[in-house]
């Protein structure tokens, strides 16, 4: 993260020279450090060696490159790294709104777009990261459990009651982190959006709906009758069991 001697750090991927131009550009004059690459493996390397010295902050991913898609790429990033990620997509359409968000984007952007709009999301999902409470941060607890479930926050994966282990997309793994963070406490979808993506709610988006779908069925979870994660009609989606970290301190969500 920046410094008070160095500004943030953000790495374009996108294999439109212009594009690539235009945004470092605009972005550096608005006081951000910016490298920029062509394709997924230039991508590596500059993550590999940090461009200028300075580690990457953000990356900006456009959805459709040569060789390995923004997609796969993404998904990759996310077995290795927490580097927050804006998916710049050629189309609006949700469906690749919606598979962004589940290979671990932080926000998308449909193309055209403008610059401007570009540099509040990276602003916003930067203070996000900066402001996230201690019991989401990476260096937090190793395991959470919850109703015979275990939650391994170092390896990114669910462990079962009877001891299957599950990978997690990236949507998967920080809309769980969200809800074991606040048990028994109604999160309406304007908090889940904020808190998963760090932007406002789209009333047409109806992705978290999508993403709290999958999360039950990996967690084997009735959709006719979620006893873990329940709907609580005109208000949101709740935890309804306790969770207790390593310490044996068991949540309770707050008021």
């Known amino acids: 993260m920046a410094t008070?001697?160095?500004p943030d750090h953000v790495l374009i991927v996108d294999d439109d020279a212009e594009i690539r131009s235009l945004l470092g550009t605009y972005l550096t004059r608005n006081g951000l450090k910016v490298s920029a690459v062509g394709d997924g493996k230039a991508m590596w390397r500059a993550l590999d060696v940090g461009q200028g010295g300075q580690a990457i902050d953000l990356i900006v991913l456009d959805l459709m490159l040569p060789g390995d898609d923004g997609l796969t790429l993404c998904r990759?990033?996310?077995?290795r790294s927490e580097i927050p990620v804006i998916m710049l997509t050629a189309r609006g359409d949700e469906t690749d709104r919606i598979v962004g968000l589940e290979m671990g984007a932080d926000d998308y952007l449909p193309k055209p777009f403008s610059a401007r709009e570009l540099l509040a999301r990276i602003k916003v999902i930067l203070k996000r990261v900066r402001s996230l409470p201690p019991n989401l941060r990476p260096d937090d607890s190793d395991e959470l459990l919850f109703?015979?479930?275990?939650?391994d926050t170092r390896h990114r994966h669910l462990v079962s009651p009877a001891g299957v282990v599950t990978?997690?997309?990236g949507a998967e793994y920080r809309l769980l982190r969200i809800f074991l963070a606040h048990p028994n406490r109604v999160l309406n979808r304007d908090q889940l959006v904020d808190l998963t993506q760090g932007r406002e709610?789209?009333?047409l988006d109806r992705s978290i709906d999508v993403q709290v779908s999958r999360l039950r069925n990996r967690l084997g979870d009735?959709?006719?009758d979620p006893q873990l994660i329940k709907t609580v009609r005109g208000e949101g989606y709740v935890l309804s069991v306790p969770v207790v970290g390593p310490a044996g301190a068991h949540g309770s969500g707050g008021p």
């Not at 990759?76 to 077995?79: E, G, I, K, T, V």
């Not at 109703?147 to 939650?151: F, I, K, P, R, V």
Request: aromatic share 4%; glycine share 4%; net charge negative.
């Open 167 to 169: 990978s997690l997309s």
């Open 147 to 151: 109703a015979g479930w275990t939650l």
């Open 222 to 224: 009735d959709p006719k």
């Open 201 to 203: 709610a789209d009333p």
């Open 76 to 79: 990759d990033l996310r077995a």
């Open 4 to 6: 008070a001697e160095s």
